[in-house]
């Protein structure tokens, strides 16, 4: 079962354009990780941001968690063409091994 | 380039067939875990091998099976397939088995069951 609904499925801007993608989840968690997957290949680690984080930042993206809330959001400044991909959260939550828990995805399509 | 590599990339099997996966972690990874991504969705945790033992299995049938060998490379095992196991399945694997730290995923293997 997916712990995690993404917000929205798809998503559709110019180049240049900033891109907000919302994940909500709904147990405790140790940490909450965004991914990116490029036409069903591998995952690739964007960021992560620990429980007691409110927000992060890393080159052009942009994180924030609220766990009062249980939700997350993703932010990609200047979006570049090169961006279109599918985005994913996964938490870890605090009582497991380290098993992710995966949302449905964001598909984010930057038009040139 | 995360250095995991999985291999087959591609594999067509029958429904009833036994398949086999594999996955060599990055250099220094003690920890693997295993991820099925049917087609639209986000992966799903199947289950996780630290220093060659089971550490955590998500809700998959027991056909569903794993390895870890002493290099810290894995196997996974799934018997009398079904339609419903095509998918992505997805090696990801990471320094320790502590929480606080990213998985570095491969590139995965796509089964497709006929």
């Known amino acids: 079962s997916q712990q995690g609904e993404e917000d929205p499925q798809a998503l559709s801007i110019q180049e240049g354009e900033n891109a907000t993608m919302n994940c909500s989840y709904k147990?405790?968690?140790?940490?909450l990780q965004w991914y990116r997957q490029n036409s069903g290949r591998g995952l690739v680690h964007l960021i992560l941001?620990?429980?007691?984080?409110r927000e992060k930042h890393s080159g052009r993206l942009r994180v924030t968690l609220d766990t009062s809330k249980k939700s997350s959001s993703l932010l990609i400044t200047a979006s570049r063409a090169a961006d279109t991909a599918s985005y994913f959260c996964?938490?870890?939550?605090?009582?497991?091994?380290?098993?992710?828990?995966f949302g449905q995805g964001t598909t984010l399509q930057v038009k040139p | 380039e995360t250095g995991v590599t999985q291999s087959p990339t591609h594999l067509i099997k029958t429904r009833g067939q036994q398949v086999t996966l594999r996955c060599s972690s990055q250099?220094?990874?003690?920890?693997v875990s295993w991820y099925q991504q049917a087609l639209g969705q986000g992966p799903q945790f199947i289950f996780q091998?630290?220093?060659?033992?089971?550490?955590g299995r998500g809700n998959f049938p027991p056909r569903f099976s794993g390895l870890q060998f002493p290099n810290y490379s894995s196997e996974l095992n799934v018997n009398a397939l079904e339609l419903d196991d095509s998918a992505l399945y997805l090696c990801?694997?990471?320094?320790?088995?502590?929480?606080?730290?990213?998985?570095?995923f491969g590139q995965g293997t796509r089964l497709t069951v006929v």
């Open positions: 091998y630290y220093r060659e033992e089971e550490n």
């Open positions: 250099s220094g990874h003690n920890t």
């Open positions: 990801a694997s990471s320094p320790r088995q502590e929480l606080n730290t990213e998985a570095f």
């Open positions: 996964a938490t870890a939550r605090s009582s497991n091994t380290g098993k992710l828990i």
């Open positions: 147990t405790s968690i140790n940490n």
């Open positions: 941001i620990r429980s007691n984080e």
